[in-house]
């Protein structure tokens, strides 16, 4: 068992969570609802705008069938969904609390406090924000330890990825609790012991968006042309092999170290807007061994086998291996 | 029939190219044996290595079975793999040339120019570079105007991608010849019309790559978590779907406009090292004009669709769906 169970921070045990309140019921919230209500939980869900238990029904319907592709939970049902008139209303029996409204960092500011003010002592509560660090949002909050970040991907019910971690004031039963319960609810969690602005995938996302955006702006290339430079390159890879794994390759026998002693004066080449890191020794063992680790005991051998099996599985998953010859 | 077809510029029409000759064979210049093997074409193949030919032969044979799982042209054998002693031989009888020496912009001019001094007259020539402008690497060839760039994403045997692009000297001629000769060979041509350092596909995994980098660096990420982060999240969506359309979908039913209304402002946060262009009124009408044209006769509800079988789909096919509950 693991010890977050007796965690005094939490009212229950993040495996006997059953009602959800969901904060805002836009894209990402009304996601987090959908994704929840096929994992048998009941949810209950707020959201000031006046369409938004329509739009978020809808959102439920349209997801449902993916959803039950994928396997529901016994007895999940979007009938466990209820519609709650009031902030207070919608947290008041939950054992746990996600918040996905706009993302503003004053309207972040002052609904934390709100939420912390009305759930019962020791809920945790997670902020859907795709980059405000925790201790920024935290600030008007009295009760502020279980204020967590649990940051997913769009959509939520589909993209196993989240980000945990925690603000200054954040306990850090509540980082473990929250890991925790995102582990049972289905998420792949990436736990991160301490604040970055953006996160991990959204940093790494950000950087190729805004070279997109300068490509574009600058009448290099077209919005077409860069969604099929990834989706038709290296997005084919990334589907199962993170950037660092994929490069290690490209280093054939000689791995991630051959690769940056071969490509790593190309870091000085302007090949995107970004400056590089100095690559000393430091950073370059970092990588190697960070990869080393990564592979396991996995050979290199091993390794393009297991790549090559995963762009096969995935043009064929995609529709784009057919007849014999294309 | 292509007017590319009565080319004067290459002794042969793209569909009537019958022998390749690859120069270096490494794991790119090894990975463009194994597939053109597969789709049936002859291959010379010439490097200066002692144990190049060795390890060329264990490349191709590993390559293999997953080249016969994707389907192999009539009459594709590993067999009609010839090695050449001399870049001279290699290149004698060649219909069509594909250079991956390794990254080294001395070594790529004085190649290229003993290349096009070997080679047919009217034969393109085409190099694997990751990065170099053909204008710097064509300037000691005498006849460089069947120069291109063929830019391969690794391995070339399954990843389709390949970014077409001429120099300063290059006929046009021979860049509507090479696109023409990769997509009847199987790939998927992005033809470029102005040089970019890097091309597309790389200034933006380049620039995800700095900016892993750097998290490495400072002790922000591991190696691990940064791979994790791609694929269990963005990167389930980038196998199938670009980052423009994706994001569009973030948008919610107001697509790309109403998101970059709402995220533009996280342009300006410090979510990644790389600087954001200005988003003004002609960057933002591009990029929504942009998404409007991928998205085609597509409508919201359309593309969410789309995405989620396509996210369900990979999943599946990369072995991460399994039981009713994960």
């Avoid at 169970?5 to 894209?27: F, K, M």
């Avoid at 009031?86 to 996600?98: G, P, W």
């Avoid at 086998?305 to 762009?311: L, W």
Wanted: net charge negative.
């Amino acid at each position: 068992m693991p010890d977050t169970t007796s965690d005094p921070c939490a009212p229950c045990a993040p495996e006997d969570v059953r009602r959800i309140a969901c904060i805002g019921a836009g894209v990402i919230g009304g996601g987090w609802v959908a994704h929840f209500l096929a994992r048998g939980y009941d949810v209950t869900a707020w959201d000031p705008a006046d369409d938004a238990g329509e739009k978020l029904r809808r959102l439920v319907s349209a997801a449902w069938p993916a959803l039950e592709q994928i396997g529901l939970a016994d007895d999940a049902s979007p009938d466990r969904l209820t519609l709650s008139p009031t902030l207070a209303e919608a947290v008041a029996d939950a054992d746990f609390v996600q918040e996905s409204a706009p993302e503003n960092l004053e309207l972040k500011r002052s609904l934390l406090a709100e939420l912390a003010a009305a759930t019962r002592p020791g809920v945790v509560i997670a902020s859907s924000t795709s980059g405000y660090p925790m201790t920024e949002m935290q600030t008007a909050a009295e009760d502020a330890g279980r204020l967590v970040v649990g940051h997913p991907f769009n959509p939520p019910y589909l993209i196993p990825l989240v980000e945990v971690v925690g603000g200054e004031r954040t306990d850090r039963a509540a980082v473990a609790w929250a890991s925790r319960f995102y582990d049972l609810a289905g998420k792949s969690v990436i736990t991160m012991d301490r604040e970055l602005p953006g996160f991990i995938a959204n940093r790494l996302q950000e950087a190729l968006w805004r070279e997109a955006l300068h490509m574009v702006a600058n009448g290099e290339a077209s919005v077409e042309d860069i969604d099929a430079s990834i989706t038709e390159g290296p997005g084919l890879r990334w589907a199962f092999m993170g950037p660092c794994l994929t490069f290690a390759l490209a280093g054939g026998e000689g791995g991630m170290a051959h690769m940056l002693d071969h490509f790593g004066p190309s870091l000085k080449s302007p090949w995107t807007r970004l400056a590089a890191p100095e690559l000393d020794r430091e950073l370059r063992d970092a990588m190697v061994d960070g990869c080393a680790e990564a592979a396991g005991g996995r050979t290199y051998a091993d390794l393009v086998a297991e790549r090559d099996q995963g762009v096969i599985d995935v043009l064929r998953a995609t529709g784009r291996l057919g007849s014999t010859r294309r």
